[in-house]
Nanobody, 129 residues
Framework: VQLVESGGGLVQAGGSLRLACAASGLTLGNLGNSAIAWFRQAPGAELEKREGISCIVTWSGRTLYYKDSVEGRFTISSDSAKNTVYLQMNSLKPEDTGVYYC????????????????WGQGAQVTVSS
């Protein structure tokens, strides 16, 4: 499985970004039993401190948001035709800054990073005040 993130960058507070996670070696949609999640590593935090942000079960479309601070601002979605999962981030705040990783597992969603075995390289998101 290969996951490639894109869409990170520098944005002012209140702005928007859309992250994309393109998957290969893994079938999204109703032909595949998989979950894709987004995690964030805050500045200065160890890799083991990655926080779960959101997850989507690609065969059912069920979505979960793990942080109250992003509900209503972030939206996770998937496009099975493109084998890609997106994280639309609106009304960004400086505390959203970090490296965002997408991760995959051939099962249901999970909140902890240790449940996921396949990871992308990460996308830097920086929100200036």
């Amino acid at each position: 499985v290969q996951l490639v993130e894109s869409g990170g960058g520098l944005v002012q507070a209140g702005g928007s970004l859309r992250l994309a996670c393109a998957a290969s070696g893994l079938t999204l949609g109703n032909l595949g039993n998989s979950a894709i999640a987004w995690f964030r590593q805050a500045p200065g935090a160890e890799l083991e401190k990655r926080e779960g942000i959101s997850c989507i079960v690609t065969w059912s479309g069920r979505t979960l948001y793990y942080k109250d601070s992003v509900e209503g601002r972030f939206t996770i979605s998937s496009d099975s035709a493109k084998n890609t999962v997106y994280l639309q981030m609106n009304s960004l705040k400086p505390e959203d800054t970090g490296v965002y990783y997408c991760a995959a597992r051939r099962s249901d969603c999970a909140a902890h990073y240790s449940a996921f075995g396949d990871w992308g390289q990460g996308a830097q998101v920086t929100v200036s005040s």
